[in-house]
């Protein structure tokens, strides 16, 4: 850095503090800069300054629906949010005790849960980086840590190796699965594997590392097969923990290579990495719904019709007409806009005059479906008998993710989240009665955590996207998101534009739902300005 850069930074930091500098220095190259969401200037008051008044109808009240209405509403649009269900959010749903639902199978359940417990039966985190904090800061929704990733909790894999049926701990697979492969590593490059792509400098710098990363032994001079060994470390846990006096502790011992290879437990590692997936996460303290809250709240009371289930919609000479049945009745609502935040597949199917090929793009998503079961305690056993304190635990069962609750600890009771399964596992539990559900979920646990599984169970309540009335599916992908249905639903049909995760980058996250929405809004500004 010249002296030249330096005063300059010094400057800068002294007059805009250290944030600004920091932010400068990325913008330089000399420091990351932060990951940027998408850009988006909201609407002002003098948004239709000379243009006369706008509405606008949003069909459907999720998030992104609801990202829509909120964002017009600052341009001084007249926007009615319709929403078949009593509530908003949509996917975006928190159960909570006295709560009632019945699915398209006619599946009743009553949520029991004592007060203070609730399960989110949609979303359940939010990765640090995504605008949906931003919103979460913007409407007063005040958020805590959720733990994603827990060192104590369990990987469980069932196969032809040493590991099956074995609970282990996430701290053990993973000291063993590092170490072994620094182990290897460290090898191949000391004995010459690696020569035609590293130095000598190379070598020893990447050896260094490995050395730590793996927590692997030294080289032993004229025995390559002892060199850079890994016996086990105290990064996989003790059977006897360190205490006092002469207490040294008794540190666990290593499965064995082949074991950890041919079980595959590495393979969940990947899972940490993901952008959207690591370290910090949050949540909402009291539920996710309480972005859905905060959102209706700030949109009036006034401009939702609750219970508005859409029969048909289309497009007119001055702009466009939806009609709903609400009560019994079939009602119209008209407006110069309407947002279509449907999930796309259900919004195919209702009566329209969009274009063939308009319909045909809806119609071309793949759905996804997704179960989870919350299961509350009596007490919170995973943290007084396994010292488990939030995240995670894996299997490669049907349960596929069991969540540890990330609030109320050391509380009188709990609700974990039995499974939490995606694809063909949902549809297998989703094809059971809620009873069935957690009988099944109970059997599987029990291989994990043992007989203290079935104990203790006060209350149960578990959702099956695929037969969710007004979803029917957890999320939807389409078959190439580069091509020409995708790129359609980017462009309004006539006065109808369209919204939801599943036109961005981040399907399945909120996310997705805000910055589709407000790219719609930028959208429907420019129209109306280019007009005048």
Not at 150 to 161: K, M, P, Q, S, V
Request: glycine fraction near 14%; charge should be neutral; proline fraction near 4%.
């Amino acid at each position: 850095m010249s002296i030249t850069r330096r005063d300059l930074l010094r400057s800068i930091g002294i007059a805009g503090g250290a944030g600004v500098m920091y932010s400068t220095m990325g913008a330089l190259g000399l420091a990351p800069a932060a990951a940027q969401t998408p850009p988006f200037t909201p609407l002002d008051s003098n948004a239709l300054r000379g243009r006369g008044g706008r509405s606008v109808v949003v069909m459907g009240g999720g998030i992104a629906g609801m990202t829509a209405a909120y964002e017009l509403l600052k341009g001084g649009y007249d926007v009615t949010v319709l929403e078949a269900r009593d509530r908003p959010g949509g996917r975006n749903w928190t159960v909570r005790g006295g709560d009632t639902y019945t699915d398209l199978d006619g599946n009743r359940q009553r949520a029991g849960f004592s007060r203070g417990e609730y399960m989110n039966t949609g979303p359940g985190r939010i990765p640090q980086m995504h605008v949906t904090l931003d919103y979460c800061k913007e409407l007063g929704v005040a958020v805590e840590v959720f733990n994603n990733q827990n060192a104590d909790a369990f990987l469980y894999r069932e196969g032809d190796h040493g590991l099956h049926g074995k609970a282990i701990r996430h701290r053990a697979a993973k000291a063993d699965v590092y170490g072994y492969t620094s182990e290897l590593l460290a090898k191949a490059a000391d004995q010459g594997a690696l020569d035609s792509y590293l130095t000598e400098d190379d070598k020893e710098a990447l050896i260094a590392f490995l050395r730590r990363f793996g927590d692997i032994g030294d080289k032993v001079d004229g025995d390559p097969d002892g060199s850079f060994a890994y016996t086990g470390t105290s990064r996989r846990g003790y059977t006897v923990q360190p205490g006092a006096g002469l207490e040294s502790g008794v540190e666990t011992d290593p499965y064995a290579l082949s074991d950890v290879l041919a079980s595959g437990i590495g393979q969940y590692f990947a899972f940490e990495f993901g952008f959207d997936q690591a370290m910090v996460m949050l949540q909402p303290v009291g539920g996710m719904d309480r972005i859905a809250y905060a959102f209706s709240d700030a949109i009036g009371r006034r401009r939702f019709r609750y219970n508005a289930e859409i029969v048909r919609y289309r497009n007119t000479t001055g702009g466009v007409e939806v009609d709903y049945r609400q009560g019994g009745a079939v009602k119209t609502v008209t407006a110069d806009f309407a947002v279509n935040a449907l999930p796309p597949h259900l919004a195919a199917r209702i009566p329209s005059n969009l274009p063939g090929e308009v319909v045909n793009a809806l119609a071309s998503v793949r759905v996804t479906n997704a179960g989870k079961l919350g299961i509350e305690y009596d007490r919170r056993w995973w943290e007084e008998d396994y010292r488990i304190y939030g995240g995670i635990s894996n299997a490669n069962t049907d349960l596929a993710n069991i969540w540890h609750p990330s609030y109320g600890y050391h509380g009188d009771k709990g609700v974990m989240i039995g499974y939490y399964n995606t694809g063909g596992s949902a549809d297998t539990y989703g094809t059971l009665t809620p009873d069935r559900r957690l009988r099944r979920t109970v059997e599987q646990g029990k291989k994990i955590f043992g007989d203290v599984y079935a104990r203790g169970i006060t209350a149960s309540f578990s959702q099956n996207w695929a037969r969710a009335p007004f979803s029917e599916g957890a999320w939807v992908s389409w078959p190439d998101q580069t091509g020409p249905d995708y790129a359609r639903l980017l462009e309004p049909a006539g006065n109808i534009h369209f919204a939801g995760d599943h036109l961005s980058h981040a399907i399945a996250w909120q996310h997705g739902a805000m910055v589709s929405a407000r790219a719609t809004v930028t959208r429907i500004q420019d129209r109306v300005a280019a007009a005048g």
